[in-house]
């Protein structure tokens, strides 16, 4: 006999999503849009954590907000956690204390595991929003020690940083791909080894298909790595034959 | 065999895939060689996620590694896969005769719902004994097809091959996305 057990209201969301307070459209592919997966996901927005308060200030503030935000998620019902900033990492220790369901707050805690697919001698190469504010302490709170790394940041390239970080509401995809597209193309030039890439910055993942006809690398996202734990809470039946 | 794998990835790389994993996860005592061979991603066991789902969990919870035999699953295996100071616990199937008997043993034929409830059992039975483990690394291949009945059972995440494998398709073949805003 099976039983069910209820207790709260809503169901069928296994993965719960902490959202940074932010404004621009948040294109499919961005884990902030729920039709990037093929999956229902439940989207929390914690409200004043903005892009300025919690990467260009490293304000720690906003702690206790996703602390509240992830326990509600818990609550209602989700079976992991995850956010749509790959900085995060830094809250990676106090949100794991806080609920019992997993949770992975950057897609940098996949970096020491694609490090080791590589050939000695390649690097993982880390595409973030601003490489000068991803610092070794956000890297060592994704599990990232003695792993060789190139740090490859989109400071210089403001079709794609003002939409993140100036508050711009509205933008041209097409423009903010071939931007993305000309930045990989262009470190990867000058980083010859590096064998992969793992993207911190969310809303690179939207161009990861037209970055990867370009250069030709895996690319490992906050998209993936959701996709991974959520085959991994969610256990479907294999429905081949011999 | 060393030799035989490293020739044996060479041949996959030159028929064009794009990443290269095996069927066995203790064949991560080759993955240095073989990454060493190719030119591709290689991912040799399953138990290279060990480490990112560890950091995962909350503090004092542990990661359970299913194997097929504990005895045989060596400190060098776990490290080549990147395990160092994760609190594991291994769990080998050399006392469920309905499962070692079969896949390790060669047995051409298998009673799949039989091999079920002594997967589940088993795996109750582990998480009855240790109350701290947080989620399953699955080591052995031959798991996988009965993770969503132990899944039903017990509600522990379950990570195993498949789920790795499809990760590593998802980062060497990225899709176009079709959502909308």
């Known amino acids: ?62 702690l206790a907000d996703f602390v509240d935000a992830a326990r509600e998620l818990e609550a209602a019902g989700v079976r992991a956690i995850t956010t749509t900033c790959g900085y995060l990492t830094t809250i990676q220790a106090p949100l794991v204390e806080a609920v019992d369901v997993p949770v992975f707050c950057s897609s940098l805690m996949q970096v020491p595991m694609v490090a080791r697919m590589l050939p000695r001698g390649k690097k993982v190469g880390i595409l973030t929003l601003d490489s000068r504010r991803l610092t070794d302490v956000h890297l060592r709170a994704a599990g990232i020690v003695d792993e060789s790394v190139v740090l490859m940041g989109a400071e210089d390239v403001p079709a794609y940083y003002d939409n993140c970080v100036g508050g711009v509401e509205s933008y041209d995809p097409a423009e903010v791909e071939a931007a993305v597209v000309g930045l990989v193309s262009d470190l990867i030039a000058r980083h010859p080894n590096v064998g992969a890439i793992v993207c911190e910055g969310i809303n690179f993942a939207p161009y990861a298909a037209a970055v990867q006809e370009a250069v030709n690398l895996p690319w490992f996202d906050i998209v993936d790595l959701t996709r991974l734990v959520h085959s991994a809470v969610v256990k479907r039946r294999y429905e081949g034959y011999l | ?135 399953i690394v699955c080591e052995a291949i031959n798991y996988a097809p009965y993770a969503p009945g132990v899944q039903a059972a017990t509600g522990i995440p379950w990570f195993d091959i498949i789920d790795l494998t499809k ?14 805003l």
Do not use: W
Not at chain 1, 3 to 9: K, L, Y
Not at chain 1, 18 to 25: A, E, I
Not at chain 2, 89 to 110: K, L, N, Q, S, W
Not at chain 2, 169 to 180: D, L, M, P, S
């Open chain 1, 1 to 62: 006999m099976t039983v069910f057990h209820g207790g709260r209201t809503t169901y069928g969301e296994a993965i719960g999503i902490l959202l940074l307070d932010t404004r621009f459209p948040r294109m499919p592919g961005d884990i902030g849009n729920a039709t990037t997966f093929d999956f229902p996901v439940r989207l929390r927005v914690v409200e004043g954590a903005t892009v300025q308060r919690v990467i260009m200030d490293g304000d720690e503030s906003a």
């Open chain 2, 1 to 135: 065999m060393l030799p035989d794998f490293v020739e044996a990835a060479k041949e996959l790389e030159a028929a064009g895939v794009r990443a290269i994993t095996t069927s066995c996860g203790y064949l991560s005592t080759f993955q240095d060689t073989i990454t060493a061979a190719v030119n591709v991603p290689v991912f040799t066991s399953s138990l290279m996620q060990v480490p990112m789902v560890s950091r995962m969990l909350p503090p004092g919870k542990e990661v359970a590694i299913l194997t097929i035999d504990s005895r045989r699953l060596t400190e060098k295996t776990l490290k080549a896969s990147g395990i160092t100071d994760e609190p594991v616990v291994v769990m080998g199937a050399e006392e469920v005769p309905e499962f070692y008997d079969t896949y390790p043993r060669g047995a051409v034929e298998i009673d799949p719902e039989k091999v079920e409830g002594a997967v589940i059992g088993m795996v109750q039975d582990l998480l009855k004994r240790n109350p701290k483990v947080g989620a």
């Open chain 2, 167 to 180: 990760h590593v398709y998802n980062a060497v073949v990225k899709q176009r996305y079709t959502g909308y």
